[in-house]
């Protein structure tokens, strides 16, 4: 009975199955889901470009809130200033002796948002129009008093040009019509000591009025007046040579009529109803450009820029540049009409430039492409992963397939030996003494024959799964032992095998019987593909160009060479060289492979099972060495073991 394996009994995975799978579980998701997100992708961008005009409107406009919400801010700090704060020294509102301090308008340094402050009393709409001049105090910080200031006097100008010299200029703030209307809601009502109220509005020497003050103490001595502050309005005005727009914030102060009776005539005002118009004058530079270019810097995008005021635009503009404006003046509610040339001033420009989003965008798809050319890549590279790994397979596959029917050629003619030479020595056929010991000696060479087969695999698993430590030796000393061995063949001293070792080797890391399991196998190898018969056809492959290292001595036709020595390297070396046919050279780097055996192993005619060249790789690994087959010039093949110097 023939012991064999259907060939689709053994048949390896389908290179075609195996691509189908990876492109319907690997290929086709990527493909999908990259194409959607990059249609995502587009779609967000033509989004991005669409809405970039409401954005930069948007962003146009909140530029202009968040100037308007610092504005206020700085109005806050000027609303809790009492109404003394608005002159270069006040009367301090204690208990204490009389005493007067600098105001925080002339001892610090002036904020950079602050033009200047001014303060003066509104004129009596009772009185004639055409008196004496209304003093107008303006405060400019902590400034060098003996330097003159044109500011100082521009301001001035400029407050009395806006609240006194126009016709019925004082109506608006005319203290007859605030009798009438109620202060709630209106601002804020502070209560002060009635000393220091007379004090900071009093018009005559402060001598004077302290000793009135003295002399009368149990009239105002813990009485208190009431303060109406108003909320900020706002005015806007031309600052003149450079006709910028100047914002005026100010406020009304009004202090009721006092009810107790006077002395003295330096509290005179106090005799009516008293207002004040105190306010402050914005900085046009800090207000209409560095203001906008602070809060910019938060506020806008990065494809948003602030353009400075007055910024004019070309005729011709730029396609690919988007302008936005709104204008910070509108916020502040102007109590009077605002000059077109004056409010044009405010406009604040913000550019959105669609160049900039568009590379943006360009960038983004490059990166698309580039993650996209990395995942093609690697597809790439895991479809001829599998492939390769598919066609590994498919060749172990071949290679257990070929051992399986080597092994079957190889156990049927000793078992079949074995099994007909003792059914004849059972029955007795023979009564030959000569004849029964022939027989029972070919028994012994066929188990013989089995037990090699059997001790081969298992040195195979041996020298795969156990360590092994090396010790030092001589490489001659070896092969001396395993010669006579080597020499004997079928009982007989062969002739086909001559030794070349060279002298004074240095020791090498060697394995027990490991020389013997290599030269055993090559030598082997090379009878049974280098015999005269098999050579006599001429090499299937050779090689024109020298080996290294070089034959010493050319030995006779079909001879089998082993030599040993030492390379350039002082590498020692050992060599089986053979006339047999050679190895193709797309076949050098598998004959060590496990199964590995050359041809088609339903017509082959050599024994074997494709382990024999396996086990020498396996020996040469476990001793540190390694092993190589070359071409032989004239023919055939060198097997070349490099060994580990001890």
Request: hydrophobic residues 40%; glycine residues 6%; proline residues 7%.
């Amino acid at each position: 009975m023939r012991l064999a394996l259907r060939p689709s009994q053994l048949r390896g995975p389908s290179g075609r199955t195996a691509l189908f799978l990876y492109v319907l579980l690997v290929v086709l998701p990527a493909v999908v889901f990259g194409g959607l997100l990059w249609r995502q992708l587009q779609r967000e961008q033509q989004r991005v470009l669409l809405e970039l005009p409401r954005e930069s409107e948007d962003a146009a406009r909140r530029l202009a809130e968040q100037c308007f919400r610092r504005v206020n801010i700085e109005l806050e700090r000027e609303f809790m200033r009492p109404f003394e704060a608005y002159r270069a020294e006040a009367y301090v509102d204690d208990l204490g002796p009389i005493r007067t301090e600098d105001t925080a308008l002339v001892s610090e340094p002036r904020p950079d948002s602050v033009l200047g402050w001014f303060s003066f009393a509104a004129p009596d709409p009772a009185q004639d129009r055409f008196g004496e001049p209304v003093a107008v105090d303006v405060l400019r910080g902590a400034e060098d008093a003996t330097a003159i200031d044109p500011i100082q006097t521009l301001l001035e100008d400029l407050v009395r040009a806006e609240f006194l010299e126009g016709p019925e200029p004082t109506e608006s703030l005319a203290t007859a019509e605030l009798e009438s209307v109620g202060f709630e809601g209106w601002g804020q009502t502070r209560s002060r000591r009635l000393r220091a109220v007379l004090l900071n509005i009093a018009d005559a020497g402060v001598d004077e009025c302290r000793s009135a003050l003295d002399a009368n103490q149990e009239l105002y001595e813990g009485e208190q007046h009431d303060v109406h502050v108003s909320f900020f309005s706002f005015r806007t005005t031309r600052l003149e040579p450079s006709g910028r727009p100047l914002l005026i914030a100010y406020r009304r102060v009004v202090m009721p009529q006092l009810a107790i009776p006077l002395i003295e005539s330096c509290f005179e005002p106090i005799t009516r109803d008293l207002m004040l118009i105190q306010g402050v004058a914005f900085d046009p530079e800090w207000l209409f450009s560095r203001l906008p270019e602070e809060e910019a810097a938060q506020v806008l995008g990065p494809s948003l820029r602030f353009l400075p005021p007055r910024t004019r635009l070309a005729k011709d503009p730029d396609p690919d540049v988007y302008f936005a404006l709104d204008n910070l003046l509108p916020f502040f509610e102007m109590e009077q009409d605002t000059p077109p040339d004056i409010m044009s001033r405010g406009t604040m420009f913000v550019a959105a430039d669609v160049g900039e989003r568009r590379r943006g965008f360009r960038v983004q798809n490059s990166w698309f492409a580039a993650v996209a050319l990395v995942l093609i890549f690697s597809m790439t590279i895991g479809i001829r992963l599998l492939l390769s790994s598919v066609r590994r397979s498919r060749e172990e596959t071949e290679r257990t397939r070929n051992f399986v029917a080597s092994v079957t050629h190889e156990l049927r003619t000793p078992i079949a030996a074995v099994k007909l030479y003792g059914e004849m020595l059972r029955d007795g056929w023979f009564q030959d003494e000569a004849r029964r010991l022939d027989y029972l000696t070919r028994i012994v060479a066929e188990s013989d024959r089995l037990d090699q087969l059997v001790d081969r695999v298992l040195l195979r698993r041996r020298l795969s799964d156990q360590a092994h430590e090396p010790t030092s030796g001589s490489l001659n000393a070896e092969i001396a032992s395993v010669r006579p061995s080597l020499e004997l063949v079928g009982g007989t001293v062969a002739k086909d095998l001559e030794f070349e070792l060279a002298e004074h080797l240095p020791p090498v890391q060697l394995l027990p019987d490991g020389i013997h399991v290599i030269l055993t196998n090559l030598v082997e190898n090379a009878r049974k593909y280098a015999s005269p018969a098999a050579s006599s056809a001429g090499p299937s492959t050779g090689s024109s160009s020298p080996v290294e290292p070089e034959d010493r001595e050319r030995p006779k036709e079909h001879v089998i060479l082993v030599r040993t020595l030492q390379d350039r390297k002082s590498r020692v070396v050992l060599e089986v060289l053979d006339r047999g046919p050679g190895i193709a050279e797309e076949d050098r780097g598998r004959i060590f492979e496990a199964f590995r055996r050359l041809g088609d192993e339903a017509t082959r005619k050599t024994k074997g099972t494709g382990l024999g060249l396996h086990l020498v790789a396996l020996q040469a690994k476990a001793m540190g060495a390694r092993v190589s087959a070359h071409p032989r010039e004239g023919g055939g093949s060198i097997f070349r073991v490099i060994l580990a110097n001890a």
